[in-house]
């Protein structure tokens, strides 16, 4: 089945001609992905095969690219908003593979297959749906090969983070993974940067063993400090509050 609304677009400057089914790959790109054109009637949706695993490729028009999030509801990364729609490339997850977000060995080929179509149609930026997130397509490219080599989970490439107010950090795209986003609050006399590194550590964590469903104390990053996490009713949110340890600064 093709989804509608696939995780991941690679805005791509193609001809309004362009079909996926005319789609030609390097040699040395094709080494790692095989295209299917026949597995689908439609000109603009075909299968795509990397490490074992089968993704679905769709065409969106320019109209159409931008249609789930305005440029206004977009956090541009290392990028412009652009100055007028762009067509793009959509990848999906295979239904065999659907179920399977969390699992590193599934989001790194994910990943790096857009990177290597964005390559071989000279992409722009990409625009990661679950977080709203459109990246210039240099530093996608930077945070999926180091994790690709082995590296962390790309977080800033996958799962926006937002300050309330009331200076509680808390996540958005998470869910995608997990289904679970994450609340944190610290003392107030946390730095913003250290608050930052923490989240990251603790929504990379989530991302790859699944949400918290029970309350719980941890030792937190460095001497002294204690992590809380308590889960709301539904679990589709969990509160993060750490107690202040010394030192403070995490690397």
Known sequence: MVRKKPPL????????????????LSDEIAKSV?????????LNVVEAVLGGMSFTLTYHRPDDAFQHFPNNQLDHIFCNAPEHPMPAIGISLSDHIANAKHDSTVNRNF?????????ALHATSVIW?????HIGFEYFTEATNQYSDGGPFPVLVQIAISESSEGAFQTFGLSYFSEQE????????????????????????????????TATEAEGFVSGETLSFTPNADQSVVNVTIAAGEPRQLH
Do not use: C, W
Request: proline residues 7%; hydrophobic residues 40%.
């Open 9 to 24: 677009l690679i805005m791509v400057p193609t001809a309004d001609t362009f079909r996926l089914s005319d789609l030609i």
């Open 182 to 213: 994450i609340k944190l609050s610290t003392p107030a006399d946390y730095p913003s940067d250290q608050v930052i590194k923490r989240l990251v550590r603790i929504a990379h964590d989530i991302a790859t063993n699944g949400k918290i469903d």
């Open 129 to 133: 749906q679950p977080a709203k997130l």
């Open 34 to 42: 095989t295209l299917n054109a026949s597995k689908y009637p439609d």
């Open 111 to 119: 990943l790096k297959l857009g990177r290597l179509l964005g390559e």
